[in-house]
């Protein structure tokens, strides 16, 4: 758990466990995986039935919302939280296929399935009680998610706790602050896991890296009612993505027949990949995902470019120096990280992962987040 950390579009890390299976392109060479912290551990990675493991996090752990939280108010600002950055907390663990399928197995799963449904519920008491918290008494502010700006019954949250004395029994210190949870999953089909109450406090997240996971992650995202805001992050990015925006894409909700994506996906954050075995990532494919969320509207963060970002070709009877003139004076180019066909057309960045936005073309530095 971090009080800081170093993912540039939030300000805290919270994971209620620790513990995945890896599901889609995004996931090949898994940073958490590697995570020391999961490596002192031994935890185990993959399915639970074939031996991954997911470890719940200690009581101390989980104060420490509620402090971040008590901060965030005692500055009268909101705070957003990425849960979770070692597993995926809308995660229901799979049965093996039948061939593999034994009682002990089976019982393995079914322990799972129970622990990290009790995770999930410890979690969602979390969420309400650090969402609005008096910057007076730094006690949980229950807010109406109906009426923005109203105090609503402290009855009516059952885990909320006792606010600020006024007249029936509503804190008389409207002033608060506390955190936006950022929940990120591969699993977006599960979005119905968050209570209907829990939703206006939460931003929804999916992974996506290549067409189709794009395709078929912001497609189940889409249909996520209640919540905060959606969001996909396009991380690691290893293909070029047309993520098709202004298309109007069919809801299985009647007179929802047909929307358009940019309506429902409200934040696209965008990275290349790092780690010892990234995979390259093309510059222009980061531009072009600039270029279609200014064209839809949506807001773009880009991150990162990755520990091997490829410099574009130059257009046909381009000069072709113009692409390496993009980049800051002083930049060099090479192939340092020895892959096939990129001779002399990957930047030598100071920042292994890419993420100093002065050494980049001025076009790619957008840090956009939008308004909760």
Not at 258 to 282: N, Q, T
Not at 326 to 337: A, C, K, S, Y
Request: with cysteine; aromatic share 8%; charged share 25%.
């Amino acid at each position: 758990m971090s009080a800081t950390t170093s993912i540039e579009w939030t300000d805290h890390t919270f994971n209620p466990w620790r513990g995945c299976a890896k599901i889609h392109t995004g996931c090949t060479h898994c940073y958490a995986e590697k995570n020391v912290g999961v490596a002192i551990h031994g935890i185990a990675w993959g399915e639970v039935w074939s031996g991954g493991q997911r470890v719940i996090a200690a009581d101390s752990t989980w104060r420490h919302p509620r402090a971040w939280a008590r901060a965030a108010a005692k500055a009268g600002v909101r705070r957003r939280v990425f849960c979770a950055s070692l597993a995926d907390v809308l995660e229901v663990p799979e049965y093996p296929p039948f061939q593999h399928l034994t009682t002990e197995r089976r019982e393995r799963v079914n322990e799972a399935r129970r622990a990290l449904d009790e995770a999930r519920a410890k979690l969602w008491d979390v969420i309400r009680e650090t969402a609005h918290v008096c910057q007076g008494c730094q006690r949980p502010h229950a807010m109406s998610a109906d009426l923005p700006g109203r105090t609503a019954r402290l009855s009516d949250l059952a885990s909320v706790g006792a606010a600020c004395e006024g007249r029936d029994g509503r804190c008389v210190n409207t002033a608060s602050g506390g955190l936006d949870w950022l929940l990120l999953t591969k699993r977006p089909q599960n979005w119905e896991l968050v209570p209907e109450d829990v939703r206006p406090f939460v931003w929804l997240g999916t992974s996506a890296s290549d067409q189709g996971t794009w395709d078929s992650g912001a497609d189940e995202l889409a249909k996520a009612e209640g919540f905060a805001q959606l969001f996909v992050s396009l991380e690691p990015m290893v293909a070029a993505v047309d993520m098709g925006l202004g298309r109007n894409r069919k809801s299985e909700r009647v007179l929802r027949w047909y929307r358009p994506l940019k309506d429902s996906i409200g934040w696209v954050i965008v990275g290349g990949e790092s780690g010892s075995k990234a995979r390259p990532c093309h510059v222009e494919w980061v531009r072009n995902i600039v270029r279609q969320c200014r064209a839809a509207g949506v807001p773009c963060f880009v991150k990162q470019l990755g520990e091997v970002p490829v410099l574009r070709e130059p257009a046909a009877g381009e000069d072709p120096f113009i692409p390496d003139r993009e980049w800051p004076q002083g930049t060099l180019f090479g192939n340092h990280r020895r892959v096939d066909g990129l001779n002399g057309r990957v930047p030598r960045l100071n920042d292994k992962k890419g993420g100093d936005m002065a050494e980049w073309p001025e076009d790619l530095r957008v840090r956009e987040v939008p308004h909760g």
